[in-house]
T-cell receptor, first 111, second 112 residues
Framework: DTEVTQTPKHLVMGMTNKKSLKCEQH?????MYWYKQKAKKPPELMFV???????INESVPSRFSPECPNSSLLNLHLHALQPEDSALYLC??????????FGQGTRLTVV | QKEVEQDPGPLSVPEGAIVSLNCTYS??????FMWYRQYSRKGPELLMY????GNKEDGRFTAQVDKSSKYISLFIRDSQPSDSATYLC????????????FGTGTRLQVTL
């Protein structure tokens, strides 16, 4: 099973809302990632968790707050987003130095 | 100069053609190379993964890595309309939970 599951698939939120994106994998991977992808652009790394600890934060605004409750779960908490934050948010997982597997993404629209 | 260069296309080929997709890179520390296929509004799907130099074949797909030239390729044989998608190369250096550096993606259209 090489599946990374993301929920919800679609999300529309107002600029004052608080919402969370969820990601789950059961491949025993110890690294999990959040990427942001705008239309016709490659994914851009936001955060990396390695062994449930935040190891990379690519200078992402504080309105995005990641959380890794355990080795299988990854959350991205959203608060006070801007319309320009509308994008496809992708979760991925990997073992160290191996290929990364992506979920199908959450398509976020901020209104 | 970008770390990874990839022709954005679009690349249009007839069904049954052999497709060649390429990326060049500048960072000699890259050792792990991946090709992803991404359909519109979906997440990237891993097609091929190669460590260091060499060739790897999986069905209609062949990945080649030439580290001396800093050049990687993906060949698709007997292309099908279902292969129409954006193809992203990605690579990473050593270390745990390394960040992937992506090419811009090549949009491929296979016509009937």
């Amino acid at each position: 099973d090489t599946e990374v599951t993301q929920t919800p698939k679609h999300l529309v939120m107002g600029m004052t809302n608080k919402k969370s994106l969820k990601c789950e994998q059961h491949m025993g991977h110890r690294a999990m990632y959040w990427y942001k992808q705008k239309a016709k652009k490659p994914p851009e790394l936001m955060f990396v968790y390695s062994y449930e600890k935040l190891s990379i934060n690519e200078s992402v605004p504080s309105r995005f707050s990641p959380e890794c409750p355990n080795s299988s779960l990854l959350n991205l908490h959203l608060h006070a987003l801007q319309p320009e934050d509308s994008a496809l948010y992708l979760c991925a997982s990997s073992q160290a130095n191996t290929e990364a597997f992506f979920g199908q993404g959450t398509r976020l629209t901020v209104v | 100069q970008k770390e990874v260069e990839q022709d954005p296309g679009p690349l249009s080929v007839p069904e049954g053609a052999i497709v060649s997709l390429n990326c060049t890179y500048s960072n000699s520390a890259f050792q792990y190379f991946m090709w992803y296929r991404q359909y519109s509004r979906k997440g990237p799907e891993l097609l091929m993964y190669t460590y260091s130099s060499g060739n790897k074949e999986d069905g209609r797909f062949t990945a080649q890595v030439d580290k001396s030239s800093k050049y990687i390729s993906l060949f698709i044989r007997d292309s099908q309309p279902s292969d129409s998608a954006t193809y992203l190369c990605a690579m990473s250096a050593t270390g745990t939970a390394s960040k992937l550096t992506f090419g811009t993606g090549t949009r491929l259209q296979v016509t009937l």
